[in-house]
């Protein structure tokens, strides 16, 4: 490996967290996910591929622990039940699977998250568009916008193209958001 790549990379990466542009956005979603909590709301959270995993995460480090012992906060992220997820876009879509979960667990006042580097997952999409039915907020985590930015509620953007230093800006602000939330809901 060529130590400039990984010079490089840093200093994206870096160079995208010194920005700061999404900083006004996160305390939006932050205001969102806190009031759909105290009021005892679920979060929901979907992607794809590294987006997925993200989602994972960020439930996980609300359900467990981020860094307090403390009472479980609730979060889903969709698509993780694989039975649920292969069943119905086998039978059905895999555009609206996340949008059928959501359908069948979500309620108004929750909030879902959708994680999508493009802003064009067809999947993510569908659910944004279901929770607004439903009455969930929304809230989109998302590189330079694309058509989540004009659906969602609140949109975080990360102003590159290159899908790993937005991903990487999306863990931090994913661990930024566990980490206010826990400290909001921990007392």
């Known amino acids: 490996m060529d130590k400039k790549i990984i010079e490089q990379a ?11 542009v999404f900083v006004d956005d996160m305390m939006r979603a932050y205001a969102v996910l806190i009031e759909s909590l105290t009021k005892g709301g679920t979060v929901f959270i979907c992607g794809n591929g590294g987006s997925a995993e993200q989602a994972g995460h960020f439930a996980g480090e609300l359900v467990g622990r981020f860094k307090k012992e403390r009472t479980p906060i609730p ?9 649920i997820l292969t069943a119905w876009s086998n039978d059905h879509s895999y555009e609206d699977a996340f949008a059928r979960e959501l359908e069948a667990l979500g309620k108004k006042g929750d909030v879902l998250v959708g994680i999508s580097t493009s802003g064009n997952s067809k ?38 193209k290159d899908t790993a230093r937005i991903q990487e800006v ?3 602000i994913v661990h930024m958001l566990s980490g206010a939330i826990e400290d909001a809901l921990s007392g």
């Open 75 to 83: 979060a889903v992220a969709l698509g993780m039940t694989t039975a």
């Open 10 to 20: 840093i200093q994206e990466t870096a160079g995208l967290l010194e920005k700061g």
């Open 170 to 172: 999306h863990l931090f």
């Open 123 to 160: 999947n993510v999409i569908a659910a944004t568009r279901k929770a607004k039915e439903m009455g969930l907020h929304t809230v989109g985590l998302l590189g330079e916008g694309g058509a989540l930015a004009s659906l969602v509620d609140v949109s975080v953007r990360i102003p590159s």
